[in-house]
């Protein structure tokens, strides 16, 4: 199970960090990604994290967003700075037992989504 946390309102400019934490099982071995998904569009990428440690990011984000795992591997954060009205979305905690890939049916477990709005 995974568990999303962090979301909230905050102002174009600001930061958020969003915390997915695996209940029942560590992350190590698996890959690990956020994508998110706004009103009327498709889920899409937004970061991951293999178990080796490599990260990827779209390009919407890169520069602005960091993905990180925790030293225990039970939780995932994305640090989300010099956020924008584009940002504006739920944002989704995911598992793989294979490497990070973009592709959301590639992801075997889903968080419920937390919601984060920007607004300018």
């Known amino acids: 199970q995974l568990i999303e946390s962090g979301g909230g309102s905050v102002q174009a400019g600001g930061s958020l960090r969003l915390s997915c934490v695996a209940s029942?099982?560590?992350?190590?071995?698996?890959?690990m990604a956020w994508f998110r998904q706004a009103p009327g569009k498709e889920r899409e990428f937004v970061a991951g994290?293999?178990?080796?440690?490599?990260?990827t990011y779209s390009t919407s984000v890169k520069g602005r967003f960091t993905i990180s795992r925790d030293n225990a591997k039970t939780t995932v954060y994305l640090q989300m700075n010099s956020l924008k009205s584009e940002d504006t979305a739920v944002y989704y905690c995911?598992?793989?037992?294979?490497?990070?890939?973009?592709?959301?049916?590639?992801?075997?477990?889903w968080g419920q989504g937390t919601q984060v709005t920007v607004s300018s």
């Open positions: 995911a598992s793989s037992t294979s490497p990070v890939t973009t592709t959301p049916d590639d992801y075997d477990y």
């Open positions: 029942g099982r560590t992350v190590s071995s698996y890959g």
């Open positions: 994290v293999t178990w080796w440690g490599i990260t």
